[in-house]
């Protein structure tokens, strides 16, 4: 049963997260999960550890959660397959079948899919260029991003935009130009509320972008404007290969909006990001304005795939947050005391993703590069076209 | 500095032609509602402006504005007068001094299903949110192939005003008009502002409207067809504001104003001068241009910009590239701002800027010219 649940939530089928039922007895004893599918439902208590949350003229959340186990294998299937999908994209990249940019979130896995834990369809996101998980979590097929990277026609982007410009339903990307993702994530908070849309945006930016004017800008409009937005920092404590304490003279980004209440989280805690989400959510979409968030997270790779990553940080530390602080590690040990499946059933989990990826890694590697006619489509929206666009000579030009 | 109107009624029913231009540089806020013979009224830049804008804003409750002091203050150059009382606060937008941030804004409003119309209180200002314009706006549709649309409108003044000195007089026609992805048009006139504006707002794409604070408060006839709320010019198509047959200029937003100038008295010399606005700088209407050339064998060009890599510049090239080519009995002369920045003395100001004597010394030169001479 539980391998027929995983399949599912592999081939990306969107579990809308379940409103949580009051507090039920936990069974100690280890339920099989082969034998009825009421077992998903089952829910599962946790306790946050204190040091989840610190926060800025706020009340910290609750530390007590409770999901279903169905939620919570969800959670690990979709770390483990962003995982496996990066991993490949550094193997492509290495291969030189994926050029120009490529910046992995392996070891911030916990962000994009706690996050996704605790929103709905009507909630967006939008980030920088660390966006291929995002990309996943909120719809994209493992196909469909690959294929961007590769550069094919069955890119989500139609293989027209690469790795930092890729976008799925109600996730804007996806953008290049570091800090302008953040006004715009205000600029669809806007509409939320100029629409009466019951909803919030979380609009991320890391640590090296967090002194971006353009930031302290949006954040200004959206407290005067009481605009459902998070302001979420992504601190992975390396804006390329400046550490956080040298490129700002606060780093406490969770304070740096001064006039907006903050939390910074522990951001490999899968469980905590959820529930700081889902703090934020009701908190911004309840008339209070915005909010500023804070995950202190890691990145294992360079800030890039042309970035070693070694040259500004030490083995030692990146050795040393995979081996204490991994988030699918973190999940799983949660998983397997909880009762919730077992390391064998894990492994399934992690077998199956392996090859879902692959599989997906070679269906996007069969599709062809785009057919010229991609070159000429969507400079402007279909039928509102100039006669002509100008080609590299007036002889290669195209009319529409 | 005032010249008498004198305006020739056309045979066809709707279309009311212009001939010259009734310049009162000293307009202030009240419409000079002055009534011609079938329907024809006197409305000035600015008032037509605050049609386009109150029609669209009727019309469609997604569209909405905002900029520094459009609201409570009716706009820093009262083009935004009335539309608060008219549409409440949700719809018009007070924002802070923040360009980067409040055209960001607005192009996350516009990529998530709103239609913006976000006023630089001047395109110099447009500078620090020109990031957002292009990389932001104009790219994303491309970029994201064709999930994301961006129906955003940039809107404010350009150009050269008077005695505001280098910061505050560059024109930005050039920059914006090299960009896949964006519209961009420069009206001169007041059908001109109501109709581009209103299809700027309707275009589905991000569209820059040049505006130029000198013509605001320049009065203009507006026929019938333009006063109706269902007045659209269409992006991409010039206007041969005058015909003739000896010269043609291409001009744009002001200096369409100088060029019809310039042409009434060149008539007086037997001299026929074809005028075109462009009316769009992006798509550029190489067809009428090629045409007019095509018919007189002369051009000249004449913006308020820079000659450096400008409109003229593009012109020019596209001539060459064109048949018009064949039919040139003279080289193409560029018009354009002098190369300094801006001086603010009245007398290097005037140095700096094209106007009416100059465009006529062009193109007696151009006359003069001859093939192989």
């Not at chain 1, 009051?22 to 998903?40: C, K, L």
């Not at chain 2, 003739?244 to 001009?251: A, E, L, N, P, R």
């Not at chain 2, 920045?341 to 193109?363: G, H, M, Q, R, S």
Request: charged share 20%.
């Amino acid at each position: 049963m539980l391998r027929t649940t995983a399949s599912r939530l592999l081939a990306n089928v969107r579990v809308a997260p379940k409103a949580f039922a009051p507090a039920r007895a936990f069974s100690t004893t280890a339920p099989s999960f082969f034998a009825s599918a009421t077992d998903v439902s089952e829910k599962v208590k946790i306790t946050l550890p204190e040091s989840s949350f610190e926060v800025y003229n706020l009340e910290k959340p609750s530390l007590d959660l409770e999901f279903s186990k169905e939620e919570v294998i969800d959670m690990y299937t979709k770390m483990v397959t962003m995982r496996r999908m990066e991993m490949a994209a550094d193997a492509l990249y290495k291969a030189k079948q994926i050029r120009g940019f490529c910046h992995l979130c392996t070891g911030q896995e916990a962000v994009s899919v706690g996050m996704e834990s605790a929103i709905t369809n009507s909630d967006q996101i939008i980030t920088a260029y660390r966006c291929h998980g995002f990309t996943y979590v909120r719809g994209g097929s493992i196909k469909s991003i690959i294929g961007e990277l590769l550069g094919r026609e069955c890119g989500i982007s139609k293989g027209k935009g690469g790795s930092m410009h890729m976008f799925s339903p109600g996730f804007y990307g996806g953008n290049g130009i570091v800090g302008a993702q953040v006004p715009l994530g205000a600029g669809i908070a806007f509409t939320q509320k100029y629409l009466d849309i019951p909803a919030v945006t979380f609009s991320l930016y890391g640590d090296g972008a967090s002194n971006q004017g353009q930031v302290f800008e949006a954040y200004n409009m959206a407290k005067l404007w009481d605009l459902p937005c998070v302001f979420v920092c992504e601190n992975n404590k390396y804006g390329m290969g400046t550490s956080a304490a040298r490129s700002s003279a606060s780093t406490q980004y969770y304070t740096r909006a001064g006039y907006i209440p903050g939390i910074q989280v522990n951001g490999m805690d899968v469980f905590a990001v959820h529930q700081a989400c889902k703090f934020a959510k009701e908190w911004t979409t309840s008339g209070k304005g915005p909010l500023v968030m804070e995950l202190n997270t890691y990145r294992y790779g360079g800030h890039s795939m042309s970035d070693p990553g070694t040259t500004y940080r030490t083995r030692e530390e990146i050795q040393h947050m995979r081996s204490t602080s991994d988030p699918i590690t973190g999940l799983k040990q949660h998983i397997v005391d909880l009762n919730v499946a077992t390391e064998a059933e894990l492994k399934a989990i992690d077998k199956e993703a392996r090859k879902i990826v692959d599989e997906a890694v070679k269906e996007a590697q069969a599709s062809p590069e785009p057919d010229l006619k991609e070159f000429w489509n969507d400079i402007y929206q279909p039928g509102t076209e100039p006669k002509m666009v100008r080609g590299r000579e007036p002889g290669e030009s195209h009319y529409y | 500095m005032t010249f008498l109107a004198n305006s020739i009624r056309n045979a066809a029913p709707l279309i009311a032609r212009q001939a010259a231009v009734k310049q009162t540089p000293f307009a202030l806020s009240a419409v000079a509602q002055k009534r011609w013979k079938s329907n024809t009224v006197e409305m000035t830049v600015r008032d037509a402006l605050n049609q386009a804008l109150e029609e669209e804003l009727a019309a469609d409750e997604k569209v909405f504005l905002l900029g520094e002091e459009v609201a409570q203050y009716n706009g820093a150059y009262k083009v935004t007068r009335g539309l608060l009382d008219k549409f409440g606060p949700k719809r018009v937008i007070d924002t802070p001094i923040t360009e980067a941030g409040f055209a960001g804004l607005a192009t996350g409003a516009a990529l998530s299903g709103l239609k913006p119309i976000c006023e630089f209180m001047t395109f110099n200002f447009a500078m620090q949110a020109i990031d957002h314009i292009v990389n932001s706006a104009a790219k994303t549709h491309y970029m994201s192939g064709g999930a994301v649309k961006c129906p955003i409108v940039f809107r404010g003044p350009n150009g050269a005003a008077a005695g505001v000195a280098a910061q505050h007089s560059q024109c930005f026609a050039a920059w914006y008009g090299s960009v896949p992805g964006l519209k961009v048009v420069s009206p001169w006139n007041s059908e001109d502002a109501k109709g581009l504006l209103k299809a700027a707002i309707r275009d589905p794409n991000p569209v820059v409207v040049l505006e130029n604070e000198l013509q605001y408060g320049l009065s203009f006839p507006m026929s019938e067809e333009a006063q109706s709320s269902d007045f659209v010019i269409p992006i991409g198509q010039a206007k041969v504001e005058r015909e003739g047959k000896d010269i043609t200029i291409v001009s744009h937003s002001r200096s369409v104003g100088f060029s019809m100038e310039a042409a009434e008295q060149l008539a007086k010399d037997g001299i026929s001068v074809e005028v075109v606005n462009l009316r769009s700088i992006r798509p550029l209407d190489v067809d009428t241009i090629v045409k007019s050339v095509k018919k007189t064998n002369r051009i000249i060009t004449v913006e308020g910009g820079w000659a450096s890599y400008g409109v003229g510049s593009e012109i020019a090239a596209q001539i060459m590239e064109s048949e018009a080519f064949d039919y040139l009995d003279a080289p193409l002369t560029r018009v354009a701002g002098a190369d300094v920045p801006t001086p603010y003395a009245n007398n290097l100001e005037t140095y700096a800027f094209p106007d009416t004597p100059i465009i006529v010394k062009v193109i007696r030169d151009t006359l003069n010219k001859k093939i192989g001479a």
